[in-house]
C-alpha cells in the first residue's frame, strides 16, 4: 500500500491536507482544513506533475483566476478563495470544499422529474450567463467560455436556504476571449457533448456552451445521449456532431409527457449552426421561465374528472387565506441572538410564495417616530477592501429633523451576505423593519464607577497583513496605567492571565469574526476562540472587577452577544469588517478621549465622529464602533486627564 506523502503535510504554514478527494488529466484535490480560519474545511487543487511547464502553469493560474473573479459574481461557479506554489514550485488553488451528488451520478440511474429538470437547468444558465457576462482583464470585459459543459462538472449540493443549490466546476479548459489577444486553434473538450465549431478547432464563443448544454438537457430529460458515434474516435464524433441529426424525444419512450416548447427548445440548442440555436443564456431563462410555471400551477380538486362525475365533487371554498408578505413582516420579532442596541442587519424571511430581502433597524422610539413620514433614499458601494464586500446604505430624510443613515455591509465572503446581494439584485426592492429600543426592566443601577489605577489585559493576537505594533504603542503611551500584553498567546496563556489577575479592561487587536451568531477571535496564527471556550475564566474576572472589554477588531457583533450574556458592563466592538487603518484611528482617538476625563460613551462617540475625515476612502467608517452596555451598570468615567 503506496502513502501519499500529501497527506498530514501543512501547505503554505496554513492549509493541513488530510484526505485525497479527486483526481483527473489537470491535477488532485485534496480535502484540508484552513488552520488559520479554525480550521474550516477547505479543497485545494495541485496542478499534475507531468504538466510542470511554464505554459501549463500559467493555464492553471488562468483558471484559478477565472474562478475567482466568476465565484464573487454568481453562487453557481466554484468559489476560489487562495493561490500559489509550494516549496517544490508547485501550483495550487484552494476553493470552496462543496460536497453534493454530481450530475452524471444522478441521471444515470434514471432521468430527472421535470421540477428538478427546471431547477438545475435555470442555475446552470444562471452559471453560463455569469460566465459569458465576463469578467474584467486590464480594463476590458472579457466573455468566459467553459468549453467543458457536461453532466460530471456540474455538482447538486444541499443548501439549507436554496434546497438543490447547482454548482459548475472545472474551468481548467476556459477560454478566455480578449480582443488584442490572438486566439489559439485547437481542439480541447468531451468529445461527447462538443459543438461541431469546437470539433474543428475553431475561435468559440457562447453559443458553443449552449450546444453542450443542449446534449446534456436531452441527456438529463431522456436518460439517453441524442448524438451517438459509430467509433469512439475523434473522426467518428467529428462525423456525428456535423452531419448527424439528434434523436427526437418522440423515438424514445418516456413515462411522461414533454411541453412541446420544451423539446423545441432542446433541440434548438442542439442545432449545427451556432446562428440558429438560441444565442445566450437569457435567452434559454427567458424560454424555461413560462414552462415551468405553468408546471408549478396547482390544478383544482376534481379538474382530472370527467364531466359526468365533476358534479360529485363538492369543492370547499378555503376560508383561511396566507399572511401577506407585509402581515408576515408585522409579526416578525427581535431575534434573540441580537443584542438590544442599536444596530442594523440584513435578513431573508421566507414565506410559502417567496423570499423577502429585509433590513432589520432598531433604534429609539423617539428616533423612528420622527420618521415616520420621511424619503428613502438608498446607494450600494462594491468595496475590495479589507475584502469583497457590498456597503448597503439607506437613508431616511425627514423635512423637520434630517437625515437618519442606516449603513449595513454585505460581506460578500459570506454565504448571507451572498445570498442578500442576490435577492436585492433580483427582486430590486426590500422591507424595513423597524424595532423601538425599549426602556431597560433592570434592577436599580450601579451608580458611575470612578476608576483610578487601572489595570489593562491586551491580547494582541493574529497580525497576518495588520500592524499591531501601533496599538501597543499607543497603550504603552498611556501614564498611570499598568498594560499586561499577550502577544499571539495560546488558549492556556489567555486563560491563566483572567484567572490569576485582577483587570478593570479587557483589549484585544488582531483578526475576528462573526460566524452565523457566534463570536471568533484567531489569538495566533494556528488557533482561533471563542467567548464561550473562555467562559469560565471570563465570569472570574468579571466577578474580580473587569468592568470593560474593547475588540479593536473585525465583526465583533457576535462577541459582544456572547459577552453581554455573562453580564459584562460595558463593551466596545465593531460592527462590521474593519480596514487596519480606521482601527487605529479609533483606538487613538478614543484613548485621547476617555484619558481627559469623558465618560465612556463620549470618548467612543467623540472617536467616531473624528473618523468621519476618513469616510471618502472608507465609507461609514464612523458607523463602525458600537458599544454595547448593560443597563444594570452605568458608564464609568476616568479620574484626571493623564489616566487611559
Known amino acids: 500500500m503506496t502513502t501519499d506523502p500529501y497527506i498530514g503535510r501543512l501547505l503554505a504554514n496554513r ?68 493561490f500559489g506554489a509550494d516549496e517544490n514550485e508547485v501550483s495550487f488553488y484552494v ?7 454530481n450530475l452524471s451520478d444522478l441521471i444515470r440511474p434514471q432521468r430527472l422529474s421535470l421540477t428538478r429538470f427546471f431547477n438545475i437547468t435555470r442555475q446552470i444558465c444562471l452559471g453560463l450567463q455569469c460566465a459569458h457576462k465576463g469578467i474584467l482583464v486590464k480594463g476590458e470585459l472579457c466573455p468566459i467560455i467553459h468549453r467543458d459543459i457536461k453532466p460530471s462538472n456540474i455538482l447538486i449540493i444541499q443548501d439549507a436556504s436554496f434546497g438543490e443549490l447547482v454548482k459548475i466546476l472545472d474551468f481548467g479548459i476556459a477560454k478566455l476571449l480578449q480582443s488584442d489577444v490572438a486566439q489559439t486553434q485547437s481542439f480541447m473538450g468531451t468529445l461527447a457533448y462538443c459543438s461541431p465549431e469546437q470539433m474543428e478547432g475553431k475561435e468559440l464563443d457562447r453559443r458553443s456552451d449552449i450546444y453542450s448544454l443542449g446534449v446534456m438537457m436531452f441527456e438529463m430529460l431522456s436518460g439517453e445521449m441524442p448524438i451517438l458515434s459509430e467509433t469512439r474516435s475523434f473522426g467518428g464524433w467529428y462525423k456525428a456532431h456535423h452531419y448527424a441529426p439528434p434523436k427526437s424525444f418522440d423515438s424514445i419512450n418516456l413515462d411522461f409527457k414533454l411541453p412541446k416548447a420544451l423539446k423545441e427548445l432542446v433541440m434548438q440548442c442542439m442545432a449545427k449552426e451556432p446562428g440558429e440555436r438560441p444565442q445566450s443564456a437569457g435567452e434559454i431563462l427567458k424560454a424555461l421561465e413560462p414552462l415551468e410555471q405553468e408546471l408549478g400551477q396547482e390544478k383544482p380538486l376534481g379538474s382530472n374528472l370527467s364531466p359526468a362525475n365533476q358534479g360529485l365533487v363538492q369543492i370547499e371554498p378555503r376560508t383561511r387565506r396566507a399572511p401577506t408578505p407585509d402581515e408576515i413582516c408585522r409579526r416578525a420579532s427581535w431575534p434573540k441572538d441580537k443584542p438590544i442596541s442599536k444596530i442594523v442587519f440584513p435578513h431573508i424571511i421566507h414565506t410559502s410564495q417567496e423570499a423577502l430581502g429585509t433590513l432589520w433597524v432598531m433604534l429609539s422610539k423617539q428616533d423612528i417616530q420622527n420618521r415616520l413620514v420621511s424619503m428613502r433614499y438608498n446607494y450600494f458601494l462594491f468595496l475590495t477592501s479589507p475584502h469583497p464586500m457590498v456597503l448597503w446604505i439607506t437613508a431616511l430624510h425627514n423635512k423637520e429633523h434630517g437625515a437618519r443613515w442606516l449603513p449595513c455591509y454585505l460581506d460578500l465572503k459570506t454565504t448571507l451576505g451572498q445570498k442578500v446581494t442576490r435577492l436585492l439584485g433580483e427582486v430590486g426592492c426590500y422591507r424595513i423593519l423597524f424595532f423601538a429600543l425599549s426602556e431597560p426592566e433592570y434592577c436599580p443601577t450601579i451608580p458611575n464607577t470612578i476608576w483610578t489605577n487601572i489595570r489593562v489585559l491586551a491580547i494582541l493576537g493574529n497580525d497576518e497583513k495588520i500592524d499591531l505594533d501601533k496599538d501597543r504603542a499607543m497603550l504603552e503611551q498611556q501614564p498611570n496605567v499598568s498594560v499586561e500584553f499577550l502577544t499571539k498567546p495560546s488558549r492556556e496563556q489567555i486563560n491563566s492571565y483572567l484567572w490569576e489577575n485582577t483587570y478593570d479592561i479587557l483589549f484585544f487587536a488582531g483578526h475576528s469574526c462573526t460566524e452565523g451568531e457566534t463570536g471568533k477571535i484567531y489569538i495566533n496564527q494556528t488557533e482561533s476562540l471563542t467567548i464561550s471556550e473562555l467562559k469560565y475564566a471570563v465570569k472570574r474576572a468579571i466577578a474580580r472587577g473587569l468592568k470593560l472589554a474593547i475588540f479593536n477588531s473585525c465583526d465583533g457583533l457576535g462577541l459582544a452577544k456572547d459577552l453581554a450574556t455573562l453580564h459584562l ?5 465593531m460592527r462590521e469588517p474593519v480596514p487596519d487603518p480606521i482601527a487605529q484611528e479609533f483606538l487613538k482617538y478614543f484613548l485621547q478621549a476617555f484619558s481627559q476625563g469623558n465618560s465612556l460613551y463620549l470618548s467612543v462617540r467623540e472617536a467616531r465622529e473624528r473618523l468621519q475625515s476618513l469616510e471618502e476612502c472608507f465609507p461609514c467608517a464612523s458607523w463602525l464602533p458600537t458599544i454595547v452596555q448593560n443597563p444594570a451598570f452605568e458608564p464609568p468615567i476616568l479620574k484626571g486627564a493623564n489616566l487611559f
Not at 458592563?569 to 466592538?573: A, D, E, N, T
Open 15 to 82: 492549509y493541513q491536507l488530510v484526505k485525497l478527494i479527486g483526481q483527473g488529466a489537470m491535477g488532485r484535490v485534496y480535502q484540508a482544513k484552513d488552520m488559520l480560519l479554525g480550521e474550516v474545511i477547505v479543497a485545494v487543487k495541485f496542478i499534475a506533475q507531468t504538466l510542470l511547464n511554464q505554459k501549463m502553469r500559467e493555464r492553471f493560474e488562468r483558471e484559478a483566476t477565472i474562478c475567482a473573479l466568476l465565484g464573487e459574481k454568481s453562487n453557481h461557479i466554484v468559489r476560489v478563495r487562495d
Open 95 to 101: 476553493m470552496e470544499y462543496l460536497e453534493g451528488e
Open 569 to 573: 458592563p460595558q463593551i466596545v466592538v
